[in-house]
């Protein structure tokens, strides 16, 4: 996004939050790796012994994490992986993660998902346990769900006959505030800024994928979902 659309849409955050999110994008720029004939990035910070695994949710980025990752950044070596609009497959994403980290020689970490990356690391945890020291997860039900496929059939259906300004507009409805937090105006930025060219076709793509890796997911013990 170009710097104008940038300053106007945080015109309302908190200069020292603003000027804090600028730096910590321009500070840590993406690692590349090819995965699958693909070129996919991540982010890489920190040199403490001990790694961290920051999995994003849907429709977002890696810099969700920014403010968490810039305070454990000095204690904690910290691995973040960027998703594809769409998402991937939960086996797909499970091998993204793992060959993350094959490349990057951690053989175990911490793993922090929110939303779609909670589903994610319960993948990673079920197919590659050796890889999973600790699971922490928030906002996740993707693969907890047992009407998730049909859920998602459904929304689909709305999202095809639905004029999606409408859809967006539903969509920016759904942000939630904390009414003591000094955070809500950066919050709010942030949604309008990764949303801002979202599409139709984008959008029916990330339930397409969605709607495989809830399938993929029904493989996993349902005494173990979250």
Known sequence: MIQHNFTSLYKDVPEEQHTLF???????????????NKELQYLSSGEGERELVFLHGALVRPDMWFYPILELEDTFRIIAPLFPPHMMSAQEAADFVRSILKKENISQAVFIGYSYGGGVAQYVAEKYPDLVGKLILSNTGVV???DSIAQLE??????KLLPFFLMK??????IEYVPSSAWNAFH???FMEMNAKLTKRLFLEYIEGMLRFADEANCLPRDRRE
């Open 22 to 36: 600028l730096d910590f994008r321009r500070n840590h720029p993406y690692s590349t790796m090819l995965f699958q």
């Open 144 to 146: 907890g769900r047992e």
């Open 154 to 159: 459904k929304f689909k259906k709305v999202v």
């Open 169 to 174: 507009k539903k969509l920016k409805n759904r």
């Open 188 to 190: 709010h930025a942030y």
